[in-house]
């Protein structure tokens, strides 16, 4: 199968986008921002202290001559900054709050994509998802007709079928559950619990083209077609329908086991029809639970290499990395990352 990454370099070399990395002493970033540079691929910025970064990347034996380094215990433009996040959280935060938290790299980072500096973000390899989603959500904030930010992941290999070499799953990362969001004084749903997990698979789908996967979107349940009752049959075939309507053209179908998802034999016997079921490449969890377990099993048992999380919803392009990633890893974050500019 074709190198997944192959393209997303062309199409950066044609279109140079910049990120920012928090984590600019870190060998793993310095790394990777190495080679990013070396091939001219990325324009780079990165957070830290000059001197630290400077002697970690000579430490290291890594040219990072071509790299903006910027820190916010002198970065010039910090009054401003902070000036711009107060009127972002609109009463939430007192300018001596807001400036503390931008001394950290995290918010610092997020406020640079914010201001214009750069067009994304990777950071997370020696800090929490949280904390790297924290900042984008209130700094970088949804996107026009989001309304919750999600994840995904793609997963590649070159054995296996062809139309399974390379898929995408979501979210098994970002949302716990889908629950209604409720008026708490009226007591109307707002925005149903379906429709959130249709928003997810719309997203996702989104993502999968960026890889070159034509997306064919099964929500996932442990039913097919009212097989089973309980549990969250009704959110897969009610968020079905909701992303039918968001994305008609979409060819997208639930509730699915993921045999009758991924099977034509299977499928043949289950939902016989189906545009979808037999030869789905994007699966859709209803749940955190079934979706982190779900890929894990894809990574570690099915020989897929795993990318991701991939934000899905913001502003601009965020994304985390793992606390255990290596500097490929980030090399790779960093080229889906900037290709969601």
């Known amino acids: 199968m074709a190198d997944m990454f192959a393209p997303l370099v062309e199409q950066l070399k044609a279109n140079p986008k910049t990120i920012v990395f928090t984590e600019g ?3 793993r970033i310095l790394e990777a921002a190495s080679k990013l540079l070396a091939e001219k691929i990325l324009k780079v910025v990165m957070v830290g202290n000059k001197a630290a970064c400077e002697a970690a990347a000579a430490e290291g034996g890594f040219d990072i001559s ?25 009463g939430k935060m007192t300018a001596e709050e807001c400036a503390s938290l931008l001394k950290k790299s995290n918010y610092f980072g997020t406020m640079l994509v914010k201001m214009g500096k750069a067009d994304c973000l990777l950071g997370g390899a020696t800090y929490s998802t949280a904390d ?35 898929i ?13 969001t409720v008026d708490k004084a009226t007591g109307e749903v707002k925005l149903s ?103 894990k099993i894809a990574q570690r048992l099915g020989g897929y290499a795993a990318y991701g999380p991939i934000l899905q919803g913001l502003n601009a392009p965020i994304n985390d990395l793992s606390r255990g990633c290596n500097a490929d890893e980030v090399y790779k974050m960093s080229l889906i990352t900037a290709c969601q500019s």
């Not at 380094?69 to 401003?80: A, C, M, N, V």
């Open 25 to 27: 002493s870190d060998p």
């Open 66 to 90: 071509g790299a903006e380094i910027i820190d916010p215990d002198t970065y010039e433009g910090f009054d401003e900054m902070v000036s711009t996040m107060v009127e972002l959280r609109k």
């Open 132 to 166: 790297t989603v924290r900042p984008a959500l209130q700094l970088i904030k949804t996107k026009k007709g989001a309304h919750l930010v999600s994840s995904c992941f793609i997963l590649d290999r070159d054995c296996g079928e062809e139309g399974l070499k390379r």
């Open 168 to 180: 995408a799953m979501g979210d098994c990362a970002i949302n716990i559950d889908y629950q209604d």
């Open 193 to 295: 619990a379906a429709s959130k997990l249709a928003e997810v698979a719309v997203e996702t789908a989104k993502t999968a083209k960026i890889f070159g996967i034509d997306p064919k979107v099964a929500v996932l349940s442990f039913s097919t077609k009212g097989s089973g009752k309980g549990g969250t049959v009704a959110l897969s075939h009610d968020a079905t329908i909701k992303a039918q309507e968001m994305a008609p053209d979409l060819a997208i179908d639930g509730e699915l086991q993921f045999d009758a998802a991924v099977s034509p034999e299977v499928a043949k016997t289950k939902c016989k029809g189906s545009a979808v079921a037999g030869q789905a490449n994007t699966f859709i969890f209803p749940c955190i639970e079934a979706g982190n377990i779900g890929y």
